[in-house]
């Protein structure tokens, strides 16, 4: 919403918005639509994504990422590369995923973060996604680098979750980086302040 009001006031357009939202720790590529053009926001939205981000195993947090709380620490130093590997892998293709607590969802008209800081944990429906590919970048122990192509609607934070769950000793998202709006990149993307110069000249 900031770039939205940044567009909007530097260049004195109307209507502006945005194509997804990304999480306070995220970083990377926001696709920003004008005029006319905002009507396709929906659109860009529902295109895939992709993604890369860092895992930390032996730690969970109420937010599955570091802004959050930690709720448990485990000793990862059984987890050996190859399970690691192999647990990513068990996760490509159709999956259902239950949204994060901290996460924009709605119940019963309210969103799911703002119930959570009430202190309030509800139980969540777990929605079908896709992951259309992972790719394992780094491996350092208990972190490791990756790639996910994926659909609207997943969360990768939850990724991280789930598979620190399903290796026994927790996990979240250390870090996460979007690369890919369907066919918008990051490379070809700009930042706020070579934005600025451009309205400058």
């Known amino acids: 919403h900031d770039v939205v009001a940044f567009v909007r006031s530097r260049f004195n357009v109307p209507k502006v918005g945005h194509c997804g939202t990304l999480d306070p720790a995220a970083t990377g590529l926001l696709v920003v639509v004008l005029g006319k053009f905002t009507k396709l926001s929906q659109k860009f939205s529902g295109e895939d994504k992709v993604y890369e981000g860092t895992i930390l195993l032996g730690r969970e947090t109420d937010s599955q990422d570091m802004d959050g709380n930690v709720i448990r620490e485990s000793d ?44 309030q944990e509800i139980e969540r429906e777990a929605k079908p996604i896709t992951i259309h590919s992972i790719t394992m970048d780094r491996i350092e122990l208990p972190y490791a680098d990756f790639t996910v192509s994926c659909s609207k609607g997943t969360y990768i934070r939850t990724l991280c979750h789930d598979i620190g769950e399903k290796l026994g000793c927790g996990g979240c998202m250390e870090s996460l980086l979007r690369t890919r709006v369907s066919s918008f990149t990051l490379k070809d993307s700009l930042k706020l302040p070579e934005i600025e110069k451009l309205q400058e000249s």
């Open 76 to 119: 990862p130093s059984g987890v050996t590369e190859q399970m690691l590997r192999d647990t990513f892998a068990g996760f490509v293709g159709d999956i259902e995923q239950i949204p994060p607590m901290v996460s924009a969802v709605k119940k019963g008209g309210e969103r799911l973060y703002e119930l959570a800081r009430k202190g």
